[in-house]
């Protein structure tokens, strides 16, 4: 157990809807990061937050947002849900931007 | 562009062979380096880490890796696989100064009993 919580475990859902993942990072974590995981793509960085704000973008597409609120907690906004967007999404958080990053079990998403 | 290069993305080995699993960078400059291990159906944790000091790196379950700064290399090694060590492997790079944390494509590896 990392003590990285993410809900829920499993979301199915039909194209076009908007579904919202949670994460609760580790006690005293200030970095979260978000991270979408497929077959064909690999581990994906989508964006990174720190202490509340937003500190790097990756490939986040322009349907999906975060953010991160003053309890440190993180939500990941997928919009216009695309059958491609299946996949897991792993959240992770760490103690600085430079050190190891402790992963939760991650959401699957299954867009139908 | 800032990137970290995985040249193996498939590596298959029968029980009791070596591994070394490439990991190159491109930043200058002081990085901490990390390899990640991913077993099936699990979340990503970590080997080990490199931040200083000694090049050679020991993690947990009888991986090392070597820091060598003049080659940007930071590969993973053990000795002899066991079939439980079946997983994805990815190498990361953070530099000081930035925010940017940045993961290899991975490498499978599979262990044959």
């Known amino acids: 157990d990392s003590g990285v919580t993410q809900t829920p475990k499993h979301l199915i859902t039909a194209t076009g809807q908007r579904v919202t993942l949670r994460c609760s990072p580790r006690?005293?974590?200030?970095?979260v990061y978000w991270y979408q995981q497929s077959l064909d793509q690999g581990l994906q960085f989508l964006i990174q937050?720190?202490?509340?704000?937003?500190?790097a973008k990756g490939n986040i597409l322009e349907r999906f947002s975060a953010q991160q609120f003053p309890d440190l907690h993180s939500e990941l906004n997928l919009s216009s849900l695309e059958l491609g967007d299946s996949a897991l999404y792993f959240c992770?958080?760490?103690?600085?931007?430079?050190?190891?990053?402790?992963f939760g079990p991650g959401t699957r998403l299954t867009v139908l | 562009a800032q990137s970290v290069s995985q040249h193996n993305h498939h590596v298959i080995l029968s029980e009791a062979a070596s591994l070394e699993l490439g990991c190159n960078y491109s930043y200058g400059g002081t990085v901490n380096l990390f390899w990640y291990v991913q077993y099936p159906g699990q979340h990503l944790q970590l080997l080990l880490k490199y931040f200083s000091g000694d090049p050679l790196v020991k993690g947990i379950k009888g991986f090392e890796a070597e820091f060598i700064k003049s080659k940007f290399s930071f590969n993973l090694r053990k000795p002899s696989v066991q079939w439980s060590d079946t997983a994805e492997y990815f190498c990361a790079v953070t530099r000081s100064g930035t925010y940017k944390y940045i993961f290899g494509t991975g490498t499978r590896l599979k262990v044959l009993a």
């Open positions: 006690s005293g974590d200030l970095s």
């Open positions: 992770a958080s760490s103690a600085d931007p430079y050190n190891e990053q402790f």
């Open positions: 937050y720190y202490n509340g704000e937003e500190r």
